[in-house]
């Protein structure tokens, strides 16, 4: 039976390759978690508290993450005029009809407690004069509840986090462990647990410094790898941004759901170089306005919130303007605060404009669209819990419900610290009550493939897919530009598989094909929708469908 399912796997590339001469090293823990951002270290930290041996993985170095380029910071009722109703409303419309109403208030009143447990760790959020929290306001939000540590959010958040982590004696991180698949029951041809289906055995992760796949045993498993951005050509996300944990799960059978909403920042800084740094929408929330390229502000034409409208309406305006005017951007300006005040509440953006000769006090800041956040992904309930046994995922990697058809800004970090609370919770409780049973994960052997001399194969493909992407999935899309996308996807998508069975796995191979198995579930989500709401926006179907569903691919058989 193990040979027919392994050749069946085999024949679309999703099978572990575990069949072969070489046998590499391997390790065991509780859990594995994948991902150095909030979601992971929240999650290793929290659930290292209950005593159980946590191994934290992560492809780069630790502070390496998309949590270390947040710069808005995490949505919480705090103020005395701002309540948990009116979070959710304001969540329930920037969802456009798609959230998960019960979720995004469980989310949201679990805030202040989960705040509270940052600002202990050493979480030095801005303050005003009077040390009350200096409370930002972003778009789509009725009331001023960003906490933040300057512009400087994201990286607060991580340094406090890592130092947590960096005491804590039964967590221990692996740097520049790249994760590849994850390892089943099925996988290794032992069958449901029980009875009671598949479940987790452990990962293979590549080892990139040393060269080596490690095989990790582990009876839990958690995806926080982040999102998807390098799937595009101008994204605000950092290179590790491949969706891994979401090709991973798929691979092992997991719902994926809504990924055709990928949300485009509106306000990425625009340089001829194709670099997309992010300017936060709290500049937004200053004051700062949108001006069409000959200097005309339009945003009040789009929505009665104007310039602090949900990202999807302003990115979608801002496209249109482009598209009218043929521009290659248009402008923010903030040019009414004073320097000293911006310098002081944005120092990271400041000095990045400054580098690309734009000072914020007293010039125009070209902007555009850029990929910047999934709202779908991994399906996941409100404790981190997947549909198989053991595989937890949070963060950006997963679907929760929460945001619905579009992102509200900076509930992202809040969903993250939430669900890894609620994860730790639940994988206790499976620990204590179904953890592992002693199976053997089989060890990973590369068998006679070779070092390839090929790579420009894995450039000129890479390249191919986010150029793809860009033209025919990006903000406006139509079902001809989504067919011609799916296509092209298909066909690299067999080119990888076979490079991948014929050489020894490297880094760059091992995120193309997550990429490609990501960007074929945007489309293939795509295809489901026939309207146009939130994020996904079709002119084949310009209107909102009465029938709210969500899409969803899971991996069938060859």
Request: one cysteine or more; glycine letters at 10%.
């Amino acid at each position: 039976m193990l040979a027919r399912v392994f050749s069946a796997f085999q024949r679309v590339g999703v099978f572990p390759r575990f069949a072969g001469m070489s046998k590499f090293s391997s390790e065991s823990s509780d859990v594995i978690v994948v991902g150095s951002g909030i979601a992971g270290l929240s999650f290793a930290l929290k659930i290292a508290e209950r005593g159980w041996r946590v191994m934290l993985i992560t492809k780069k170095g630790s502070a390496e993450s998309n949590t270390n380029h947040a710069q808005g910071g995490i949505a919480c009722v705090m103020g005395a005029e701002d309540d948990f109703d009116a979070h959710v409303r304001d969540t329930l419309e920037a969802g456009d009809g798609l959230c998960d109403a019960a979720v995004a208030r469980a989310i949201i009143e679990a805030a202040p407690e989960r705040v509270r447990e940052l600002v202990a760790l050493g979480v030095a959020f801005s303050a005003d004069g009077g040390g009350r929290p200096d409370l930002g306001r972003e778009g789509g939000h009725s009331h001023r509840r960003i906490l933040h540590v300057r512009d400087l959010t994201g990286a607060a958040i991580e340094d406090a986090l890592l130092s947590e982590v960096a005491r804590d004696g039964r967590i221990v991180v692996r740097e520049h462990f790249l994760a590849i698949d994850v390892v089943t029951r099925a996988h290794a041809g032992l069958g449901g647990e029980g009875g009671g289906g598949d479940a987790v055995l452990g990962l293979y992760a590549l080892d990139t410094r040393r060269g080596g796949v490690v095989t990790l045993r582990a009876p839990v498993v958690v995806l926080a790898t982040g999102g998807v951005g390098q799937v595009y050509p101008f994204t605000t996300n950092p290179d590790i941004a491949t969706g891994d944990g979401i090709a991973m799960a798929f691979r092992a059978g997991v719902p994926v759901c809504n990924m055709e909403f990928v949300q485009f920042h509106p306000t990425a800084l625009f340089t001829r170089d194709g670099g997309r740094s992010l300017i936060s929408e709290a500049v937004r929330g200053e004051g700062a306005v949108l001006r069409d390229f000959g200097g005309d502000t339009f945003m009040a034409r789009y929505h009665a919130l104007a310039d602090l409208a949900p990202r999807d309406v302003v990115a979608r305006a801002m496209d249109n303007e482009m598209k009218k005017s043929g521009s290659p951007h248009v402008w923010l300006d903030i040019r009414g605060r004073a320097e000293a005040d911006l310098r002081a509440r944005f120092p990271h953006i400041f000095e990045t404009c400054l580098r690309h000769g734009v000072n914020m006090a007293r010039d125009l800041i070209p902007v555009v669209p850029a990929a910047h956040y999934l709202c779908g992904g991994v399906r996941t309930g409100l404790n981190a819990e997947t549909s198989l046994a053991g595989l937890y995922a949070c963060g950006e990697v997963a679907c929760t419900g929460l945001h619905g058809a579009n992102r509200l800004a900076s509930n992202s970090l809040l969903e993250a610290v939430v669900l890894a609370h609620n994860g730790a919770v639940a994988a206790d409780a499976f620990l204590r009550t179904r953890g592992g049973d002693g199976a053997v994960v089989p060890d990973w052997r590369d068998g006679n493939v070779s070092d390839s001399d090929e790579r420009v194969v894995l450039t000129h493909n890479w390249n191919e897919l986010r150029q793809a992407m860009w033209d025919y999935v990006g903000i406006v899309r139509t079902t001809k530009r989504l067919l011609r996308a799916q296509a092209r996807i298909r066909a690299l998508e067999r080119e990888i598989v076979e490079y991948y069975w014929n050489f020894k796995v490297e880094p760059s191979l091992l995120e193309l094909r997550n990429l490609t198995q990501v960007a074929g579930l945007i489309v293939d989500c795509a295809l489901q929708r026939e309207e146009s709401r939130g994020l996904h926006h079709t002119l084949d179907f310009p209107a909102k469908s009465p029938c709210l569903r969500d899409t969803c691919v899971v991996k069938t058989q060859a």
